[in-house]
């Protein structure tokens, strides 16, 4: 890997690379410009990215940076399952802890792979979802469902019972079919265009209250985490911001082989691809150390005692080496009305976040603004998605996962095969028992300091999306600081005065909690209703430029082809069957004329700006 130009001075984040086989390493705003075929960027100036969606890095980085992916997703994943168990009647069953933890992340896997190759097709990782969490945990809790009390007591518990087993997989069944249940829900609005269609109402003042929503309510629970140890939290936001920021556009000379040129060392922009993984690396390894020599406390009840990695020793010891997750190994799902209207909430939200995620991984990875098409598909397979999660019996659903959306900000990496790698990682880790019991022993507060890194600039993304509308509009000021405001009030207001929303109907009442303690579908339905019935020009709200901001003529119809449409072929080589068209989750494609012209009048803007260029060029070359 070698230089093919001087940094650039320009303020930008990454200058440019390219590797042995003559690939590019790193899209410029000029790369960007040069079109689909060359780097897939959208041509925008402000932020450079190592690789971009279409990209395709050398395997090795693939796999790294797929380990830094899953890493991100890692901590969200394994603490939903933990948190079950209490309701489950497993918190003092550590090794069906350990088979949960690698059953949501051999699901996780499975969901990414569908969700990048047949789904939206952005570099976006999926798992468990924290909206499916607490209309589960509002069903486990109904009189019927608590735990019986000789559960509760670690020294009456025989997790090899007959009877302890049967009381909470009855209770994983009941979960299960209420998942596979309002999953279908989700897959009829993803593949029937109904998400679509509403897309036409949805403007950058929706997106914007609901992305900076989805992690500003997280503020607790980093803070939980962190918490546990501000040293250690703090050690790692440190080493993220470190890297990401101040020794992004520092070289490291790596050793490499080259055919011409043998063994050599090469400079890397090491850093800058991969802070997030060195920062959580580093502090785990410190962690480690601190735990091996007792400097951190043994008293589990002393302050900074979950900053030590063997706080978990037990499940790494029990767990398998090999176990292979498969559908209904905890029994036949049941349903009940119950449960279903309850996670039906939970699914609205988790559509209404995945919708508002779609946009902010495509603005971090630089492309397009996925088509109605592809957000319909997206939808649609995560639908698939939950219903997998279902019929495996992680206690949870899938969907995007705004952790890694952030990840894409941080490490300038917005390649979908590095998405692939993380998947896979995913599985290996759901097959191999041990390593996800030993990914699972990372202390809180190193996730914690995670957390305040990710959750800031997803965040931020959320508020950029404001820079397409008029922010001099006392009616845009208005619509978006009163819908975040109101999606962190309302949600507040809720959780602490549950009684006051009874209506005695249990359903009904799950279904209004869910919601109204949901901050991103508080403030995405206040700014979506007020966006939409406020007086405003289409300048005024943003859609014009929001709509445009990727559109550039024929080459950027390319782009948006390239990187949303279906692989191998599908629907435009195997598939190309004339009713395809009027399915919502396949594109629109143009008739036979209509593209022949685009094709020649796009090769004539090319021609032109070639002969501009060699003008210009023989211009300097004789002072001119």
Request: with cysteine; hydrophobic share 45%; glycine share 12%.
């Given at each position: 890997?070698?230089?093919?130009?001087?940094?650039?001075?320009?303020?930008?984040?990454?200058?440019?690379?390219?590797?042995?086989?003559g690939?590019?390493?790193?899209?410029?705003?000029?790369?960007?410009?040069?079109?689909p075929?060359?780097?897939g960027?959208?041509?925008?100036?402000?932020?450079?990215?190592?690789?971009?969606?279409?990209?395709?890095?050398?395997w090795?980085?693939?796999?790294?940076?797929?380990?830094?992916?899953?890493?991100?997703?890692?901590?969200?994943?394994?603490?939903?399952?933990?948190?079950?168990?209490?309701?489950?009647?497993?918190?003092?069953?550590?090794?069906?802890?350990?088979?949960?933890?690698?059953?949501?992340?051999?699901?996780?896997?499975?969901?990414?792979?569908?969700?990048v190759?047949?789904g939206?097709?952005?570099?976006?990782?999926?798992?468990?979802?924290?909206?499916?969490?607490?209309?589960t945990?509002?069903?486990?809790?109904?009189?019927?469902?608590?735990?019986?009390?000789?559960?509760?007591?670690?020294?009456?518990?025989?997790?090899?019972?007959?009877?302890?087993?049967e009381?909470?997989?009855?209770?994983?069944?009941?979960?299960?079919?209420?998942?596979?249940?309002?999953?279908?829900?989700?897959?009829?609005?993803?593949?029937?265009?109904?998400?679509?269609?509403?897309?036409?109402?949805?403007?950058?003042?929706?997106?914007?209250?609901?992305?900076?929503?989805?992690?500003?309510?997280?503020?607790?629970?980093?803070?939980?985490?962190?918490?546990?140890?501000?040293?250690?939290?703090?050690?790692?936001?440190?080493?993220?911001?470190?890297?990401?920021?101040?020794l992004?556009?520092?070289?490291?000379?790596?050793?490499?082989?080259?055919?011409?040129?043998?063994?050599?060392?090469?400079?890397?922009?090491?850093?800058?691809?991969?802070?997030?993984?060195?920062g959580l690396?580093?502090?785990?390894?410190?962690?480690?150390?601190?735990?091996?020599?007792?400097?951190?406390?043994?008293?589990?009840?002393?302050?900074?005692?979950?900053?030590r990695?063997?706080?978990r020793?037990d499940?790494?010891?029990?767990?398998?080496?090999?176990?292979?997750?498969?559908?209904?190994?905890?029994?036949?799902?049941?349903?009940?009305?119950?449960?279903?209207?309850?996670?039906?909430a939970?699914?609205?939200?988790s559509?209404?976040?995945?919708?508002?995620?779609?946009?902010?991984?495509?603005?971090?990875?630089?492309?397009?603004?996925?088509?109605?098409?592809?957000?319909?598909?997206?939808?649609?397979?995560?639908?698939?998605?939950?219903?997998?999660?279902?019929?495996?019996g992680?206690?949870?659903?899938?969907?995007?996962?705004?952790?890694?959306?952030?990840?894409?900000?941080i490490?300038?990496?917005?390649?979908?095969?590095?998405?692939?790698?993380?998947a896979?990682?995913?599985?290996?880790?759901?097959?191999?028992?041990?390593?996800?019991?030993?990914?699972?022993?990372?202390?809180?507060?190193?996730?914690?300091?995670?957390?305040?890194?990710?959750?800031?600039?997803i965040t931020?993304?959320?508020?950029?999306?404001?820079?397409?509308?008029?922010?001099?509009s006392?009616?845009?000021?208005?619509?978006?600081?009163?819908?975040?405001?109101?999606?962190?009030?309302?949600?507040?207001?809720?959780?602490?005065?549950?009684?006051?929303?009874?209506?005695?109907?249990?359903?009904?009442?799950?279904?209004?909690?869910?919601?109204?303690?949901?901050?991103?579908?508080?403030?995405?339905?206040?700014?979506?209703?007020?966006?939409?019935?406020?007086?405003?020009?289409q300048e005024?709200?943003?859609?014009?430029?929001?709509?445009?901001?990727?559109?550039?003529?024929?080459?950027?119809?390319?782009?948006?082809?390239?990187?949303?449409?279906?692989?191998?072929?599908?629907?435009?080589?195997?598939?190309?069957?004339?009713?395809?068209?009027?399915?919502?989750?396949?594109?629109?494609?143009?008739?036979?004329?209509?593209?022949?012209?685009?094709?020649?009048?796009?090769?004539?803007?090319?021609?032109?700006?070639?002969?501009?260029?060699?003008?210009?060029?023989?211009?300097?070359?004789?002072?001119?």
């Amino acid at each position: 890997m070698t230089p093919s130009s001087d940094k650039d001075v320009n303020g930008l984040d990454n200058p440019s690379f390219v590797v042995e086989d003559g690939s590019h390493y790193c899209s410029s705003p000029d790369c960007a410009a040069q079109g689909p075929e060359e780097g897939g960027g959208t041509g925008h100036s402000g932020t450079k990215l190592a690789y971009t969606v279409t990209d395709v890095p050398p395997w090795y980085l693939c796999i790294l940076l797929g380990i830094q992916h899953f890493l991100t997703a890692m901590g969200g994943l394994v603490a939903i399952p933990l948190i079950l168990s209490k309701e489950l009647c497993l918190q003092h069953d550590l090794l069906t802890q350990s088979h949960l933890i690698s059953t949501i992340f051999f699901v996780s896997g499975i969901c990414t792979l569908l969700q990048v190759l047949f789904g939206v097709r952005l570099p976006i990782i999926q798992g468990g979802t924290f909206a499916f969490l607490t209309p589960t945990l509002a069903m486990l809790s109904l009189p019927s469902w608590k735990c019986p009390a000789w559960t509760q007591n670690a020294t009456l518990v025989n997790a090899s019972s007959p009877e302890f087993i049967e009381v909470w997989q009855t209770r994983m069944r009941e979960v299960q079919g209420a998942i596979i249940v309002a999953s279908c829900f989700q897959i009829f609005v993803g593949f029937s265009g109904l998400i679509g269609f509403l897309m036409r109402f949805i403007g950058p003042l929706t997106i914007a209250p609901t992305i900076t929503l989805v992690a500003l309510p997280l503020f607790e629970s980093a803070g939980n985490e962190a918490g546990q140890h501000w040293g250690i939290a703090f050690m790692t936001i440190f080493f993220i911001v470190l890297f990401s920021q101040y020794l992004k556009d520092v070289p490291v000379l790596l050793p490499s082989y080259q055919k011409g040129k043998k063994c050599h060392f090469s400079p890397v922009y090491l850093f800058q691809i991969f802070p997030v993984l060195l920062g959580l690396s580093l502090s785990w390894l410190l962690c480690y150390v601190l735990t091996v020599t007792n400097v951190l406390p043994v008293d589990p009840t002393a302050y900074g005692h979950l900053a030590r990695t063997d706080t978990r020793g037990d499940v790494l010891s029990q767990a398998p080496w090999f176990r292979l997750p498969y559908p209904g190994q905890w029994g036949m799902p049941t349903v009940s009305l119950a449960g279903i209207f309850g996670i039906l909430a939970g699914v609205i939200s988790s559509m209404l976040e995945s919708v508002g995620d779609y946009y902010a991984c495509a603005r971090l990875s630089r492309a397009p603004p996925p088509p109605k098409h592809a957000i319909s598909r997206g939808i649609g397979v995560e639908g698939i998605g939950c219903l997998l999660a279902g019929a495996w019996g992680t206690g949870n659903g899938t969907t995007s996962y705004s952790e890694n959306v952030g990840a894409l900000g941080i490490t300038k990496v917005g390649s979908r095969m590095v998405i692939i790698a993380g998947a896979c990682a995913m599985l290996l880790s759901g097959i191999f028992g041990k390593v996800g019991a030993m990914l699972a022993s990372i202390p809180s507060p190193v996730i914690g300091g995670m957390f305040l890194v990710m959750f800031g600039v997803i965040t931020a993304v959320g508020i950029s999306n404001l820079q397409y509308t008029d922010m001099n509009s006392s009616r845009n000021i208005f619509i978006f600081g009163f819908s975040v405001f109101s999606g962190l009030t309302i949600p507040n207001w809720a959780s602490k005065n549950s009684a006051l929303l009874e209506t005695g109907i249990i359903q009904l009442d799950q279904v209004i909690q869910v919601l109204l303690t949901t901050g991103m579908f508080v403030g995405g339905l206040l700014g979506f209703i007020l966006d939409n019935t406020i007086p405003g020009t289409q300048e005024e709200r943003g859609l014009l430029a929001w709509k445009h901001s990727h559109k550039g003529g024929m080459e950027s119809s390319l782009l948006i082809s390239k990187v949303y449409d279906l692989p191998f072929g599908i629907g435009t080589k195997y598939c190309a069957v004339s009713w395809f068209r009027y399915l919502p989750a396949c594109p629109k494609r143009l008739s036979g004329n209509k593209r022949m012209d685009e094709l020649k009048a796009a090769g004539q803007k090319s021609t032109v700006k070639a002969s501009s260029e060699r003008d210009s060029e023989i211009g300097a070359d004789t002072g001119i």
